[in-house]
């Protein structure tokens, strides 16, 4: 599969993305966009391997990676503008209605995308959305666990940061008062640095992320798109933050969410920056059965 990578100059940011096979597709499906946040197109390296038959869009979201030129004045990552960005980058395609699979943050804005402009998409995969304000008894909570997370980090960096988000997504169940009599996660107990490196934006663990789990897109507006969502759920990931908010989500829309194999990033492989390796291979299968079901 040839894959090109392109600039697309809007207004307000470069936005960079890849192409992986031709355009429109050569087997005449749909184009499939495969969306992170803040993960960028090089997290979806494992997946689009597991769709060699198919053409498989990825980019960098606008402020991050390849698109950190932008100019909006703004740092925060709103899934309205990522929602914009997509549809523009659809249109300049050319290519029709388009699948979607979504991950995190990613999946925030792909409901937020199928929200604004329901014409450009044609089924919506949205995996693991930590869409905290749709939790029916803990969202409170749930804001001021990340809240704990977003304190750790201005206090001490990256690796308390990034320590106390670890122990957050690993709580199952409720935010109780049990969880927040715990001490401060120990940064070594996940093998990462205690000492302050210095950094204050990373957009997972600053105020960044506020726009993307407190962002309430209209699940009216989802449900009466004519595009097909999927909610997918990882048989991993158990009763903890993104597993209730999913089900939370596909409650409000009244359809079941799919398992998919393996944990959150179940899609990402191996290797020596992700000690936490998924299925990509089965995960990339249970995908391609959804996208390939009938649609409603």
């Not at 993960?39 to 950190?68: E, N």
Request: hydrophobic share 35%.
């Amino acid at each position: 599969m040839t894959t090109t990578t392109h600039t697309l100059e809007l207004a307000d940011v470069d936005l960079v993305y890849d192409v992986h096979g031709p355009v429109p597709s050569a087997d005449g499906k749909p184009i499939l966009v495969l969306i992170g946040q803040p993960m960028t197109a090089d997290g979806f390296a494992d997946l689009a391997a597991q769709f060699p038959d198919r053409t498989v869009v990825t980019y960098d979201p606008r402020g991050l990676g390849r698109s950190v030129v932008r100019r909006d004045g703004r740092t925060d990552q709103r899934s309205e503008d990522q929602a914009a960005d997509l549809h523009s980058l659809v249109e300049h395609l050319g290519a029709g209605k388009v699948d979607v699979f979504g991950s995190s943050g990613g999946a925030v804005a792909g409901l937020t995308w199928v929200a604004t402009h329901p014409d450009d998409v044609h089924t919506l995969v949205a995996h693991e959305p930590p869409s905290t304000w749709a939790l029916s008894h803990d969202a409170d909570e749930a804001d001021r666990a990340f809240g704990n997370v977003r304190q750790a980090y201005q206090s001490g960096g990256f690796g308390p940061g990034m320590a106390q988000f670890i122990a957050l997504t690993m709580w199952p169940g409720e935010f109780t008062s049990e969880y927040f009599a715990q001490t401060p996660a120990d940064p070594a107990m996940f093998g990462l640095p205690a000492q302050d490196d210095g950094s204050r934006d990373d957009p997972l663990l600053s105020e960044r992320s506020l726009s993307v789990t407190r962002y309430a897109y209209d699940l009216d507006a989802v449900k009466a798109s004519p595009a097909r969502v999927v909610l997918g759920v990882g048989e991993e990931t158990g009763n903890t933050i993104t597993g209730r908010t999913t089900h939370a989500v596909a409650d409000r829309l009244g359809t079941p969410p799919v398992v998919f194999p393996s944990h959150h990033g179940g899609f990402v492989g191996g290797g020596p920056e992700n000690p936490y390796a998924g299925k990509p291979v089965e995960f990339g299968a249970t995908l391609r059965t959804v996208l390939d079901s009938p649609s409603r």
